[in-house]
């Protein structure tokens, strides 16, 4: 991990790129595995919003675990527990992209959508908050 100056334009992207992944995990016809890794997509991403938003980066090696590790010390530890719900769909969904088929249940996608959803509606309100000019 690294500290560097957060831009509006980055954050703004990836904001973009997080919508863009929570609209395509809700697409009709996906199937569960494609639309839980969506979902996942865009957690990451949010959480990447979060932590350029702080002046931080995440290189290397294991850098998805390392962003939710990091997502949960942030902000006050405000999303601690979501960073360990997003540690567990990590484990999920490398077995669905790397191992098996079928990994995710319906009911295990749309929580994670769910989850994101509100993920998402938080991060706004707090870059409102604390990074207006990142806005």
């Given at each position: 991990?690294?500290?560097?100056?957060?831009?509006?334009?980055?954050?703004q992207r990836l904001l973009a790129v997080a919508a863009r992944e929570l609209r395509d995990a809700g697409v009709e016809g996906l199937s569960t595995d494609g639309s839980f890794e969506h979902a996942y997509g865009a957690?990451?991403?949010?959480?990447?919003?979060?932590?350029r938003a702080e002046g931080e980066r995440v290189h290397g090696p294991d850098h998805h675990?390392?962003?939710f590790?990091?997502?949960?010390?942030?902000?006050?530890?405000?999303?601690s527990d979501l960073s360990d719900y997003f540690q567990h769909c990590r484990t999920r969904r490398?077995?669905?992209?790397?191992?098996?088929?079928?990994?995710a249940s319906e009911g295990e996608a749309r929580e994670l959508r769910?989850?994101?959803?509100?993920?998402?509606?938080d991060v706004d309100r707090w870059l409102a908050e604390s990074h207006p000019e990142l806005r």
């Open positions: 991990m690294s500290e560097s100056k957060p831009d509006r334009s980055e954050i957690a990451l991403t949010l959480s990447t919003a979060v932590i675990r390392k962003t590790e990091l997502l949960g010390s942030l902000a006050d530890g405000r999303w490398n077995r669905a992209v790397y191992d098996v088929a079928g990994v769910e989850q994101v959803e509100n993920f998402r509606a």
